[in-house]
Structures are given as C-alpha cells and as structure tokens.
C-alpha cells in the first residue's frame, strides 16, 4: 500500500498571519467594496496613465470615490461618511495597491483639505465646501510647502495682509506654494500664510483674480497625480475666508497627521501589490529547468517581504485600533510611516529583481509602484524629519537644527 501525501490547504500567502481574522466583517466588506472600485475603475487605466504623465479622468474618479463614501471618510456631518479609522486605513491601502497617485488624490482631498476646514473652519466654510468635495463635486488642494520652505514649513514666505483696519477688511495673499497635490485641478485651496498674527490657514477659490496653479512636469514619480505651483499675486479675499480655529503651525501639523495615518496603511498597499505580482512571477518563471519560486535565494527574497508586509500591516492596525479608541499621539504615527514606507520601498525594489527585465516594464506594477514610493517618502515628512520626532520621543531633545 502506498502511503499517500496530505497536504495542507495552502494558507493565502499574502495574509501568512491571518491578519484578516481580526478584522470584522463589516471592516472587510468596506476594503471589498474599495477593491471592486479599483478593479473596474482604476487598475484597467493606470499604467496608461503613469506613462502618459496624466490623470484624465480626475473628476470622474472623485465622483465615483465620492458616490462609495471615500471622500473624507472618517469625518462626522456634512455628507461625510463619518466612518473608523481602522476603515479608512483598510481603504487607503486598497487605493496604493492600485497607485500611489490615486491615493494621493483621495488623502489630499479628505485627509488634507477636507480635514483643515472640517477641523478648523467655520460653519459657513463647511456648508460651503465639505458636502460638495465629499461628493467629489469639488476638488480640494492643501498648499504649504514653498520651494525654499520643505522640512522647516515655519519659515514660509507666502504673506496674508489685511487691507486697511478693522477685523472685517479684506485679506490680499502674495507668494506661492510647491509641489501640490491637485493644484492644477482643484476648485478650493487651503492656503497656509504667514500673517501678523503667526501663521493662519485661508480658503481660497481657485477661480479668484490672482491665483493660477501652473502643472509641474517632467516628473517620475506619482506621474498619475496631479501636482502643481500656486501662485499667488495679490489674492484678494474677504475678512472670513481665514480658518478662524487655528493659529501656528498646529493648524497644518494637524491635517499632515491624519495623511500620514493613511499613508501607515497605504504604503502597506503598495508593498502587497509589489510582493504579490512578485510571487506569482516566481512562480511561473522558469530558469535552469525550474521555476524561480524553489531557489533558494529567491525564497528569501519573498520570505523578507511577506516578513515586512506582516509586521507594517499589524503596526498599521495596531495604530489604527489607538486611533478608533482616541489615543493615538503623532510620534506613533511618525513611527508608523518611518517605518511603514521604508519597508514597502525596500519590498518593491526587491519584487522588481525577482521580475529581471520584466520588472522595469510598466507590463507589471512593481516600477511603479517603486517610483511613487520615491514620492511617499519624501512627502508628508522625510524619513530624517520623522526620524527626529521619535528621537525626540525617545530622547526628549529636539535634534531638528
Ligand atoms: P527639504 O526640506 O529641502 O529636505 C531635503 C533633504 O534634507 C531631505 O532629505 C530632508 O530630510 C533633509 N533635511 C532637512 N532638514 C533636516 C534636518 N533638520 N536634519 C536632517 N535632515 C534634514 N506639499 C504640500 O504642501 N502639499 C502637497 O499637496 C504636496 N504634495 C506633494 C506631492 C509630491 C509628488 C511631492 C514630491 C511633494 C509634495 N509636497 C506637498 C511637498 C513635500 O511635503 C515636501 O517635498 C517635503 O516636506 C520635503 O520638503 P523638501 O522637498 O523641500 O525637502
């Protein structure tokens, strides 16, 4: 009698610690829902877009992404769909699977924009503007990176001065911002400026006298994103287009915080999208008459990144669980993405020697991917920047200069 092999059932090897056993089924019923969108709507057209340098169908996709509720998804009122952060998170990583840049659209929009006026603006700025941007309706952009002033925003140049005396008299606006998320396309900018005050945020419509948002090209990195200048010659607005609930650098520090929350998760996006197109090319890529996958070194390649993807995805539930229960503090979400995008970039450069020549084509994601990580790291705080903030946490001194 021969003995007969039982094997396992294979477990899914992108989830090897069955983190999805921890989710609930109304968490995975709303990641399911982000990842039909981004099947039907986003995945068919993005390397197309990324290799073209553009994102046609912008208001399209806003209003499709404002239709499943993902437009400033974790706010409360104003049509917004008020839902957890461990949500939110589950979606945004849906999104970077697809691309950065498209994640990137959807943070600015809710997590940036929607964020600076929901938290800090008055109620006649968020009739005005959540319900129409949460929508899709109206697009948002968050200005306060210069092209002197990156790391150390508390130095920006762009100035708001009143216009005579009085608390009611206009406020004019000179300077410009760099490096904008959805500049070129958005209706609304929250503009950050240095006033007499200290530094104040201020609504401005992108059809005011004065403001133009020229396209930054010639990138190559997050080429599936809009990303603009905003100039601003003498901008005129009225005493109440200042966000009236913050003054100082807190008030942008704020909405940052939320982005980079979803970028803990959204890196985590991009690193599963890389590993998995890397295992499945493993395994069918035949060299020395066997598939790449049974070779050692390849093993250790997908073993480091199933390692790395494991431990960003549990440190972004861990933190998002804080984040529900109101006690996450922004040095953890600092960690977060320190380490979180450093992980996904190292798994992306590793997926793409797993692919050879294939992987520097746009035939498969994994470049990318490893292109838009370039962005991530870079915005929303450096690695050096974040870095600093939990030696700060650890240390208790600020190395920052
Ligand atoms: P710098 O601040 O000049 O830094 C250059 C290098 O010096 C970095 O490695 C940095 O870590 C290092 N460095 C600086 N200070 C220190 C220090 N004290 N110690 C050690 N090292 C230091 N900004 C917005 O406001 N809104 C947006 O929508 C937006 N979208 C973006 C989209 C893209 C595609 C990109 C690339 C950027 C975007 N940004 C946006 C800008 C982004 O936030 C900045 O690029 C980022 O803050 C870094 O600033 P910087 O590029 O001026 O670099």
Redesign the pocket.
């Known amino acids: 009698m021969t003995a007969t092999t039982v094997r396992p059932p294979r477990i899914d090897p992108l989830d090897l610690a069955g983190i999805d056993d921890v989710l609930t089924e109304e968490e995975k019923a709303i990641r399911g829902a982000v990842r039909h969108l981004c099947d039907s709507a986003v995945d068919p057209y993005v390397a197309e877009w990324f290799e073209a340098g553009e994102l046609p169908q912008i208001r399209e996709l806003a209003k499709e992404m404002g239709s499943l509720g993902l437009l400033g998804m974790h706010l409360e009122g104003y049509g917004c769909a008020g839902m957890s952060a461990v949500d939110y998170g589950l979606a945004w990583l849906e999104l970077e699977a697809s691309d950065s840049g498209i994640r990137?659209l959807v943070s600015?929009q809710g997590s940036?924009t929607m964020f600076a006026i929901w938290r800090h603006g008055s109620e006649e700025h968020k009739q005005q503007w959540l319900p129409a941007m949460a929508a899709g309706e109206a697009i948002g952009?968050?200005?306060?990176?210069e092209a002197d002033?990156?790391?150390?925003p508390a130095a920006m140049r762009t100035r708001a001065r009143q216009d005579g005396g009085g608390e009611r008299a206009d406020w004019i606006l000179d300077g410009a911002?760099m490096?904008?998320?959805?500049g070129s396309v958005a209706d609304v900018a929250v503009v950050w400026a240095q006033t007499d005050d200290g530094i104040r945020g201020f609504v401005v419509p992108t059809d005011t006298p004065g403001f133009s948002a020229p396209l930054i090209k010639h990138?190559m990195?997050?080429r599936a994103?809009v990303?603009s200048e905003l100039v601003l010659e003498g901008v005129r607005l009225p005493h109440d287009a200042v966000l009236p609930e913050v003054r100082g650098l807190k008030g942008p520090l704020s909405c940052l915080n939320e982005a980079r929350y979803g970028i803990v998760w959204g890196s985590m996006g991009a690193a599963r999208s890389s590993f998995a197109t890397a295992l499945k090319y493993a395994e069918r890529r035949v060299q020395f008459d066997r598939p790449i996958s049974g070779f050692q070194l390849t093993q250790a390649k997908l073993a480091q990144m199933s390692m790395e993807l494991t431990t960003g995805t549990l440190l972004a539930l861990h933190l998002g669980r804080r984040k529900d229960a109101g006690t996450l503090r922004p040095e953890q979400v600092s960690l977060g993405k320190l380490n979180n995008v450093s992980k996904a970039l190292e798994i992306a450069r590793s997926a793409r020697t797993i692919l050879g020549a294939n992987g520097i084509s746009l035939e498969y994601p994994v470049i990318r991917h490893m292109n838009n990580l370039e962005?991530v790291l870079?915005?929303?705080?450096?690695?050096?920047?974040h870095t600093?903030v939990v030696g700060q946490a650890l240390t208790c001194q600020a190395a920052?200069?």
Do not use: A, Q
Not at 179 to 182: A, H, V
């Open positions: 990137s600015v940036l952009c968050f200005g306060l990176t002033h990156g790391s150390d911002k490096w904008i998320t959805n990138k990195s997050l994103s990303t962005s870079t915005y929303e705080g450096t690695p050096e920047m600093l920052f200069r």
